[in-house]
């Protein structure tokens, strides 16, 4: 597994390997993510350049801030599916939350889309 360091610049999150080539697109340092059904969550994902503290991530869920930390790749061996980003882990021992391309989020098994 390539190991990554995270660089900011003009808002957006960059994540390049230690040897200088890029490893992940340009990112949004803010993600905000509507979900349907029941409970109805809304998640608000901020990413700040805060080197010395991997927990740099406020994922706020319903109005509640916890602290997270980014991660561009946590399959292991297998390949991410098309279109994945990133993925924000909670301090919580909750599953990740999975950021696609395409503007939709996954966690714990639930589809999430931007909102309106």
Not at 39 to 54: G, L, M, S, Y
Not at 99 to 109: K, S, V
Request: hydrophobic fraction near 40%.
């Amino acid at each position: 597994m390539m190991s990554l360091r995270y660089l900011f610049g003009a808002g957006c999150l960059f994540a390049v390997s230690l040897n200088g080539a890029v490893a992940a697109a340009e990112l949004p340092s803010r993600f905000e993510f509507c979900g349907e059904g029941e409970p109805r969550r809304h998640i608000r994902v901020a990413i700040f350049n805060e080197e010395q503290d991997p927990w740099n991530v406020v994922l706020t869920t319903n109005g509640r801030n916890e602290s997270a930390k980014a991660t561009p790749y946590i399959f292991g061996n297998v390949t991410p599916r098309e279109g994945f980003l990133i993925a924000i882990l909670p301090r919580a021992k909750t599953p990740p939350i999975l950021i696609f391309d395409d503007g939709h989020a996954e966690w714990a098994g639930r589809f999430y889309v931007k909102c309106q």
